[in-house]
């Protein structure tokens, strides 16, 4: 059903949206090269007959022992068109920094924070990037397949909170 | 003889009006106000730092993680079946409809379909807990507005539904009745018909809820135009479900892509307008009887047959086969030991839960045990957009309007 919008990005983008294919169920899917992603979003969404306007699901995987290891997934839908697609950007281990859609949609803020909270994926440009639901005192990312399941990590101290509406603990984390 | 008293002085003639002391600009400062995690109106435990400038939200930082239980990483150990149990206790008010998305997920990845009567059995569960979920939002809404009749009215209407959940499933809160290629078991006996008194009876306390709240002036005057989310900023913000249908945008995956037998049943999707608490609550109202309506029309259609496949690798044989064949006893045996081999590959599966979109990004690596497992839960976009929402309003609102997005500490974190 949309096989069409995945047709479109390919003949847009040659190149940097490759290998399309209909996954079980009939889910169309595309792969994009990470460098071009927040500009495939911003047509998918601003191309008035693509009209992607709902914010997506984003989540990442990590594909341990493969080459590139990371993959960060959309999973996008038109409300007005009904059309449902899922884009997959590989992302290699040594540079997993991936341009942020939060600039296209703002709905992909958490979304992107729990990608780097979970699998220390960055997004560059986005504008709090924090973890989102461990502490910022973590060490390593819990959902990477070389963390331990039973992982312990020590308490961290009690610190003066020198701004609460910050939060405790050291200034940002340089970018 | 005394002397005659001074006469009073003069009062000072009074300042023009506006100008005086008391009306003198008060040296405002800027407040910061923790609430949470702890906080019996966060629903679970959610921080939310407010900037004040007076009782005005001029900043606020939402932050989670203290409910967070890893989710993904305890699912990514178990296999294919284990995951239902971890499943119920996303949203908990609502368990069975996690269930559904998950065993939808699943059986779109083995392309399997499951017999009529299952898909029956399943709608039927997740919309009388569609009818818990809004029941819970609403009387916490009006908890939080000062009517605790609703609140009493709402809980009771919800413990009746629970009591016939429990006879399906035996359990009140974390109910588990799915499973892969079918549910766990049949209908007990005169189910239906009591279903349909407890049906009539919640009825009537939602009509007796929305007769003290709807018209309500102190309710009007709280909500409406509240938090006010127009459509465009929903849909930016990735809102689903009832709260991005009280914003305008008919979207609803039970109508947008139907699922089970949603297409063979007839009900209709409420919009609001303004999209802002009133609307959001009108809507849930609105759902509540639209819920009913499917509950009725499935009790009325269903047919006997199978409520699972007939297939030894997705589902457990029944205990006789166990017990008396070589077979059965092997097949049960690789189910538990093992877990249902899923084909490799990656899907995505949506279903339209009681707060919207309830993804499951699922890979499987073709083992028994599911190698990723992204969960959308339908209230994240809502939780996250409410630093943005709620700025210039009240302190006040915050609490109701944190309820009108429903947030279920359980699936937003995880």
Known sequence: ?175 | MTDAPDPAPAPPAAPPPGTGALDAPLAGKEMVINLGPSHPATHGTCRLVTRLDGETIRGMKVDIGYLHRGFEKSCENVTWGQVFPYTDRLNYVSATMNNVGFALAVEKLCGLSVPDRAQYLRVVVSELHRICDHLTMLSAMGLELGAMTVFLYGVEARDHLWDRLTELCGARLTSNFVRVGGVARDLPEGWAEKTVQTLDRTAELRDTIDALLARNRIFMDRTRGVAAVSRADALDYGYTGPCLRASGEPYDVRKAAPYLVYDRLDFDVPVGAGGDNYDRYLVRIEELKQSDRIVRQCLRKMEPGDIAVRDFRYVLPPKPLVYGTIEGVMAHFKLVMEGIQVPRGEVYGYTEAANGELGFYLVSDGSGRPYKIGLRAPGWPMVASMPRVLEGALLADLVPTFDTFNMIGGEVEQ
């Open chain 1, 1 to 175: 059903m949309s096989k069409a919008v995945v047709e479109a990005l390919v003949v847009r983008f040659p190149g940097d949206a490759y290998d399309p294919y209909a996954g079980p169920g009939g889910d169309d899917v595309v792969f994009v090269r990470k460098e071009r992603i927040a500009e495939v979003c911003r047509y998918l969404k601003e191309d008035p007959a693509l009209d992607f306007r709902l914010a997506p699901y984003l989540t990442a995987v990590d594909y341990l022992g493969e080459e590139p290891r990371f993959e960060v997934v959309y999973a996008l839908y038109a409300p007005s068109r009904n059309h449902r697609v899922r884009l997959r950007v590989k992302v290699p281990e040594g540079d997993a920094v991936v341009p942020s859609v939060t600039g296209v949609w703002r709905g992909a803020d958490w979304f992107e924070r729990y990608c780097w909270d979970m699998y220390g994926i960055r997004f560059a440009g986005h504008p709090d990037h924090r973890r989102l639901f461990m502490y910022e005192e973590f060490v390593g990312h819990p959902l990477r397949k070389d963390y331990p399941l039973r992982g312990r990590q020590p308490l961290t101290p009690e610190r003066d909170v020198p701004d609460l509406f910050r939060g405790p603990g050291p200034g940002p984390r340089e970018a």
